[in-house]
């Protein structure tokens, strides 16, 4: 599985390779991210790093529902507690917008899931989340023309957390946007 976190600093991405500077990912690696690969992937070789725990995220919950497909997650910032999104938010969803629309990707069809941290209650959590997924379905389709009918936004509340926290605990690597290729 390769699993690409486009996120602040405090992130990295390692591919088998040296880790490079997140200002350095870009719609090449969204795009390899996302496209279906012959065989299996070394989970241990591949995937992201946080450099403040140093663990593979490939072996988190978060990564379970990826591990049969290819996928992206992105560190998409939202206004705290809603579904609008940030400067930095539009940012990382026209890289990946470039992505989709590529040659390889253009015909794929896409799970966007909505994730949160631990803080506020499971009930809200689902709900903001599902906002969330809703609101990037949405401006991939009003920015980039993506079919609908190749997205599927589904809210994940806590549940497959990238970076385990107690409850009521913010994380901001906890709060993101994963997709899968449905195809792949």
Known sequence: ?????????????????PA?????VDTDSIVKSLTPHAGAVDANTRGIKHMSTGTNAAG???????????????LVLFASGSADLSDNGRAQLDKLGAA???????????????H??????????????????NAVVAYLVSQFGIDP?????????????AVETP??????????????????
Do not use: C, W, Y
Not at 20 to 24: E, G, L, P, R
Not at 149 to 161: E, P, R
């Open 167 to 184: 409850d009521q605990t913010a994380e901001p690597r906890n709060r993101r946007v994963v997709v899968i290729n449905l195809d792949g």
């Open 60 to 74: 988190t919950a978060a990564s379970a529902a990826a591990s049969a497909q290819p996928s992206a997650s992105l």
């Open 1 to 17: 599985m390769r699993l690409v976190i486009l996120a602040s600093a405090a992130i990295l991405l390692a591919a088998g390779t």
């Open 20 to 24: 490079i500077a997140q200002n350095a």
């Open 116 to 133: 949160t941290d631990t803080t506020g209650d499971d009930q809200t959590n689902l709900a903001l989340s599902e906002r969330r997924a």
């Open 149 to 161: 009918a190749q997205l599927v936004a589904v809210g994940m509340g806590k549940q497959g957390l």
């Open 100 to 114: 989709l629309k590529t040659p390889g990707l253009s015909k794929s069809h896409f799970r966007i899931e909505g």
